[in-house]
């Protein structure tokens, strides 16, 4: 994961994020370009420890789309219903879906045909509206949630301006006055000296996330309290 982190980095980034729609939301019986069309923001969640916000630009992604069908979108006379729709493959519409949200990034995607199984110990709190195979119906089935065998995933590594927020407040939560009570962090063998210049490295490290576009906040609002 670390190797794989860092192909995601340049620039002296060293963290990404993960975001995940688990699962994620398609109607059962949809081609692919039906099922990303029908979403304008990508519908993933941030699994990271971080307040969530929108993410609009990226600098660098790898996505994993899985367990949803790998078959060429419908054919219809006339103008495609959207660019998705004109793509060849599975693979170019997942890249293209890609490339609408998140111009000018480096990404990478993949598709696998294989869904996430989430038969027992899995916990089971998904919806009634969903088949055993994780697909959205319009109304609830008759039979247990505990009834899913599977769910379609879309999953994805990014290095975004987002992340100066979360490492500007990670900086924000150490220098708080409370850190002078915890006595057993230095006497564990933490020098102060070392403590203040991984400081500063993390600080460094969250300017590398800023930009003009979304950095989520300067590092004097970080500061600020």
Request: charged share 15%; net charge negative; glycine share 8%.
């Amino acid at each position: 994961m670390l190797h794989f982190a860092d192909s995601l980095t340049f620039s002296g980034r060293k963290v990404v994020a993960a975001w995940a729609a688990l699962p994620f939301p398609a109607l059962s019986g949809s081609s692919l370009p039906d099922i990303l069309s029908a979403h304008q923001d990508v519908p993933w969640k941030l699994l990271s420890s971080w307040k969530e916000q929108k993410v609009s630009c990226c600098f660098a992604q790898s996505v994993v789309l899985r367990g949803i069908c790998q078959e060429k979108g419908t054919s219809c006379l006339g103008q495609p219903p959207s660019p998705l729709h004109s793509c060849e493959s599975p693979e170019q519409v997942l890249q293209q879906y890609l490339h609408t949200h998140f111009p000018g990034a480096f990404s990478t995607s993949h598709l696998l045909q294989q869904p996430c199984h989430t038969q027992p110990p899995f916990p089971q709190f998904f919806s009634p509206l969903l088949t055993r195979r994780g697909f959205l119906l319009d109304k609830a089935q008759g039979f247990s949630s505990a009834g899913v065998e599977s769910i379609p995933v879309l999953a994805a590594l990014q290095s975004s301006p987002g992340l100066h927020w979360l490492l500007s407040g990670l900086c924000r939560e150490l220098r708080a006055p409370r850190l002078r009570r915890w006595s057993g962090f230095f006497t564990a063998g933490v020098e102060q000296d070392e403590f203040q210049e991984a400081l500063e490295e993390l600080k460094s490290l969250a300017q590398c996330y800023e930009t003009g576009f979304g950095a989520g906040g300067s590092e004097d609002e970080a500061d600020s309290d």
